[in-house]
């Protein structure tokens, strides 16, 4: 089964900034919904940011304005630069590109 592939996470100090990547693993991510979700210990899965339709992007409220969700077509690739993070920003993220999910890429944000 095709799975996307997250990199980038890792431990930086609040304030700081870090930038997910992800592999398409071959998908197609000119069209069709892709976006970021993440999970924290004790919550439920929740989107981070994503990109609808040819370039509609969303993003959940707590990340407004600090997050920025991109994509580079012809590399295949989708992005998460992360700026001013928080500590509740602490969690696993992942990448779903048309309902195909990674395995998470684990991000910690000491205070």
Same mark, same amino acid.
């Given at each position: 089964q095709v799975q996307p592939v997250e990199s980038g996470g890792g431990l930086v100090q609040a304030g700081g900034s870090l930038r997910l990547s992800c592999s398409s693993s071959g998908l197609n991510i000119r069209h069709g919904n892709m976006g970021w979700y993440r999970r924290a210990p004790g919550k439920e899965r929740e989107l981070v940011a994503g990109i609808e339709g040819v370039n509609s992007k969303v993003? %959940?409220? *707590?990340?407004? %304005?600090?997050?920025?969700? *991109?994509?580079? *077509? %012809?590399n295949k690739m989708l992005y998460l630069q992360m700026n001013s993070l928080k500590p509740e920003d602490t969690a696993v993220y992942f990448c779903m590109i048309r309902n195909h999910w990674g395995q998470g890429t684990q991000v910690t944000v000491s205070s």
């Amino acid at each position: 089964q095709v799975q996307p592939v997250e990199s980038g996470g890792g431990l930086v100090q609040a304030g700081g900034s870090l930038r997910l990547s992800c592999s398409s693993s071959g998908l197609n991510i000119r069209h069709g919904n892709m976006g970021w979700y993440r999970r924290a210990p004790g919550k439920e899965r929740e989107l981070v940011a994503g990109i609808e339709g040819v370039n509609s992007k969303v993003y %959940g409220d *707590s990340v407004k %304005g600090r997050f920025t969700i *991109s994509r580079d *077509s %012809g590399n295949k690739m989708l992005y998460l630069q992360m700026n001013s993070l928080k500590p509740e920003d602490t969690a696993v993220y992942f990448c779903m590109i048309r309902n195909h999910w990674g395995q998470g890429t684990q991000v910690t944000v000491s205070s």
